[in-house]
């Protein structure tokens, strides 16, 4: 395939002393692309402004000289008739998009997963790093300090520029193990509410009740004195599992009248045209703080290529309010929906033995109040203070 920007002939030299004309262009320094000859036919290619130098030589040699094909930026526009303006507009584009090319005009962050792009984006803005900015005018260096100075979670920040676009490439700190309470100071585990202990795992301490036992909140479950065998007496970071059956409550309210907001007519429409750093504004946002709005930003592109212009449409919309009465059975549904999403929340980890719902109407108010019984982990942990020896391990008792 030719490249359009090298203007080229193939030819073909058709006579019986064909060879006479590839040796006169090695003399002369014409040089043939891909020669080949085949009976009495030479063929061969040739860059355009060289090929009037081949008709003297090969009427010369009585040989019959013949254009096969041309190729090149220049054939195309002369073929095509396309005017001189059009072609200056051509080149003119093409030295606009390579003037936008010193300009920063997309960001991007690569590398975080806790840390939140927008955060490492406005940290490198505000060290000047943001669309509509020289490339080379940036002190990489500095930014890079400043984003990882600025955001906690990172532990390594690096910025690569590459013409139009600017990378951030980033590594989070690795988090450090949770710290383990005893790291820090013995605990004992606490009856956290009322229940009757129906299994009990004791990791680490000394068993202060037993299955069965009814125990109280605050009741202590298993010691941090823990006694050896030969009657040392040590603290110990106490660790156990206590499944308890215990009674549990949930009551919710769900108003029979509800005034609900919707979005109503769209009343103004601000359009932000941002470009070369500066932005261009068609319209105001005063007096918008009480209107649902919504936001649109695209960019524009001209055929397959990303223009530095983008534009951002807000629109606003007045507030409508709808005054709503549910009957009683809406009224109920809503309330148990309620119901269902805090006892999802409250009780993911408790296994349910049984439920009792007591519903009534008051005040306007559909109210649910749902008793539960259900097994699940009373454990507590209490710090203490002691002047036993304390013993840090995390070996099993």
Not at 30 to 51: D, M, T
């Amino acid at each position: 395939m030719h490249n359009i920007f090298k203007n080229t002939v193939d030819f073909c030299a058709e006579g019986a002393e064909c060879e006479k004309l590839l040796s006169h262009c090695v003399k002369n320094g014409i040089e043939i692309e891909k020669p080949r000859k085949k009976g009495f036919r030479l063929y061969g290619c040739v860059k355009a402004n060289k090929y009037k130098k081949l008709r003297c030589p090969a009427k010369k040699y009585g040989l019959k000289l013949k254009i096969l094909k041309k190729s090149g930026y220049y054939f195309i526009l002369k073929n095509n008739k396309i005017k001189t303006g059009f072609a200056l507009g051509i080149c003119f584009i093409f030295a606009v998009v390579q003037f936008m090319n010193l300009f920063i005009w997309e960001i991007n962050v690569v590398g975080n997963k806790n840390v939140p792009t927008e955060c490492i984006v406005y940290s490198a803005k505000e060290k000047g790093l943001k669309p509509g900015t020289l490339a080379k005018k940036h002190d990489v260096q500095t930014i890079e300090w400043y984003i990882m100075s600025e955001n906690d979670g990172l532990a390594v920040a690096e910025v690569n520029i590459q013409g139009s676009c600017a990378n951030i490439m980033v590594r989070e700190a690795t988090e450090p193990a949770e710290s383990k309470p005893d790291d820090d100071i013995p605990v004992n585990i606490v009856a956290s509410r009322y229940g009757v202990i129906r299994s009990m795992d004791v990791f680490d301490g000394q068993s202060c009740a037993k299955v069965g036992d009814a125990v109280m909140k605050g009741d202590m479950l298993v010691s941090a004195v823990y006694e050896d065998r030969h009657n040392k007496l040590t603290l110990k970071h106490a660790r156990a599992n206590v499944i308890a059956e215990t009674d549990y409550c949930i009551e919710v309210e769900f108003p029979l009248e509800q005034t609900l907001t919707s979005q109503g007519k769209n009343i103004k429409t601000v359009t932000e045209i941002e470009f070369l750093g500066s932005v261009f504004r068609i319209g105001s946002h005063k007096n918008t703080e009480e209107l649902i709005k919504e936001k649109e930003e695209k960019t524009l592109y001209f055929l397959w290529i990303k223009l530095p212009i983008n534009v951002i449409i807000t629109r606003y919309f007045d507030v409508k309010s709808n005054n709503i009465t549910y009957n009683f059975d809406q009224g109920r549904d809503g309330a148990f929906e309620l119901l269902e999403e805090i006892e999802e929340k409250e009780l993911f980890d408790a296994e349910i033995i049984s439920r009792i719902d007591y519903e009534k109407v008051k005040n306007n108010k559909y109210i649910i109040k749902s008793d539960y019984i259900c097994l699940m982990n009373i454990a507590e942990e209490q710090p203490i203070e002691s002047d036993i020896p304390w013993e840090n391990t995390d070996d099993i008792s």
